[in-house]
């Protein structure tokens, strides 16, 4: 990143601070911002997070996800964080028309905008890019970002959270776009608390409960799944099957593996 002195000098005194990513965010989406959130936080910002769509209930568990602001269901609000923000991150996305009404709203703003993404041919939008076709995400370059911040060792365990879903996510669970460099990233995520395991535990639990509701041998009640209680009214809302269909498939792909009682 050209100019990095000066954004930092700006990040060095307490500011507003907006971050956004892409519509039908993944969990390098969701990953990315709400690690970068926590970050931001820890040195003392107001920081918001903005999605233009929902995000899925598997990542419910997310550190900070009940404080993101999804433009969808809250236009007004969304207008007013954007309008208010000195700085807007703009996360794993490379041209604002990915994120619809969004990209509308900071257009115009003139508040300093940065671009963190590893997509190719990020359009010319932000005062700051940092873009790194390489990486295997941009949860990694979040990484980076704090490294190069100078605050790698004050990495709390949301943080690192948060960037390795979204690293497990954009790498198939390791399985393409991986480097040693990323590894080393992963060995210190590790380090810092995240818990593999657990990480799994979760995805196999939500599933279950997924397959329970979806199957009938489980009220939507008493399930616990959050948003997914709205499927108690699966009739009415036709596309609420469709999302927990696609959240169901998206866990499969994660896991890798058949239901236990398919
Ligand atoms: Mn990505």
Not at 86 to 93: M, S
Request: hydrophobic share 40%.
């Amino acid at each position: 990143m050209e100019n990095i002195h000066e954004l930092k000098a700006q990040l060095a005194s307490p500011k507003d601070i907006v971050i956004i990513s892409h519509r039908n965010p993944d969990g390098d989406a969701i990953g990315s911002s709400l690690g970068l959130y926590h970050y931001l936080l820890s040195q003392g910002h107001a920081v918001h997070v903005v999605l233009p769509s929902e995000y899925p209930d598997a990542f419910l568990w997310m550190p900070g996800i009940q404080n993101i602001i999804v433009f969808d269901s809250d236009q007004e609000r969304t207008r007013e964080v954007c309008e208010r923000a000195q700085i807007i991150f703009c996360l794993d996305f490379n041209s604002l028309d990915r994120i619809d009404k969004v990209g509308e709203i900071i257009q115009p703003l003139n508040s300093v905008k940065v671009l963190i993404d590893h997509h190719l041919y990020p359009e010319p939008f932000a005062d700051y890019v940092m873009s790194d076709t390489t990486a295997s995400s941009t949860a990694e370059m979040v990484f980076d970002f704090i490294v190069l911040m100078g605050h790698r060792p004050d990495i709390s365990r949301a943080t690192a959270d948060c960037v390795y879903t979204g690293i497990v996510t954009d790498t198939g669970s390791f399985k393409f776009s991986t480097s040693p460099k990323l590894f080393r990233i992963v060995a210190e995520l590790l380090e810092l608390g995240v818990d593999v395991n657990e990480f799994g535990r979760f995805a196999r639990d939500l599933q279950q409960r997924f397959r329970g509701v979806l199957t009938g041998t489980l009220e939507p009640e008493d399930a616990a799944l959050g948003k997914l209680v709205s499927l108690a009214g699966v009739r009415n809302y036709p596309s609420r099957i469709k999302c927990a269909l696609l959240g169901w498939h998206a866990l499969m792909q994660a896991l890798d593996e058949k239901p236990a009682h398919a």
